[in-house]
């Protein structure tokens, strides 16, 4: 067992994931003062799989980072729910119109989660309530599990993610007419994003949007 697992476990859980100095929350004050703000956080660009709009709260590097690989890959769920509120704090100023949907980029097999493992899920959760919007778990799906994609290069990202979601049978009537955002961990190249965007653009929302916590600066150099 690690110095920082035993700090924790004396402390009762009020340490923080990242630094391990007392906290009351799991990310504490001078670590999430540390989150670089991507600026401008807005963007209309061409990303991997077409043109897409939206908001990426930080970029993905330093303490941010670290904060989400400890939640995706050592399953430090708690995290979730403060970063998810932090990208809901940035986001107010966001013109997202009146109700509009949150739907989270999904995992496979998974078609309501209302647990706290699934950063995605947390966000729209909370987004819903801070927009006076919907909460659209279950309305996009994934149809096949797929590799992660972190080694993977940017068409190889396309192809990982090709036909992998569809809408469900409620989707059309639900988001119809509706400003859409989509809600992810990272935005890297965009593969998943656009290609969620696609399948969502069938029920003809009003507009389709996307929001991260997370914007890898590889979505810049690569140009897309």
């Given amino acids: 067992m690690s110095v920082l697992s035993v700090l924790r476990q004396v402390l009762a859980d009020k340490a923080c994931f990242l630094c391990g100095e007392e ?29 897409a709009s939206g908001f990426s709260a930080y970029w993905y590097e330093g303490t941010l980072r670290q904060a989400i690989l400890q939640m995706k890959v050592q399953g430090e769920y708690q995290l979730a729910g403060q970063l998810s509120g932090m990208l809901t704090g940035l986001a107010r100023a966001l ?12 995992r496979f097999g998974a078609r309501d989660e209302r ?26 799906l994934k149809t096949r599990r797929t590799p992660l994609q972190t080694q ?38 965009g593969a998943t994003v656009c290609t969620a965007t696609n399948v969502i653009l069938q029920a003809r ?11 890898s600066r590889a979505t810049i150099r690569s140009g897309f």
């Fill in 23 to 51: 906290s009351a929350l799991p990310i504490c004050h001078r670590c999430a003062s540390s989150f670089r703000a991507c600026d401008p956080g807005w963007s209309d660009s061409h990303l991997a799989a077409g043109p």
């Fill in 95 to 106: 013109p997202l119109g009146d109700r509009p949907v949150f739907v989270p980029i999904p």
């Fill in 115 to 140: 647990g706290p493992r699934h950063f995605p899920h947390v966000a729209c959760r909370i987004l819903s309530a801070g927009f006076d919007g919907d909460y659209g778990s279950g309305l996009l």
């Fill in 152 to 189: 993977l290069s940017d068409m190889k990202r396309l192809k990982n993610v090709d036909g992998v979601f569809e809408l469900s049978s409620n989707a059309a009537g639900e988001l119809r007419g509706r400003t859409v955002v989509i809600v992810d961990d990272v935005l890297t190249t």
């Fill in 205 to 215: 929302p009003h507009q389709c949007l996307y929001l991260t916590l997370a914007r």
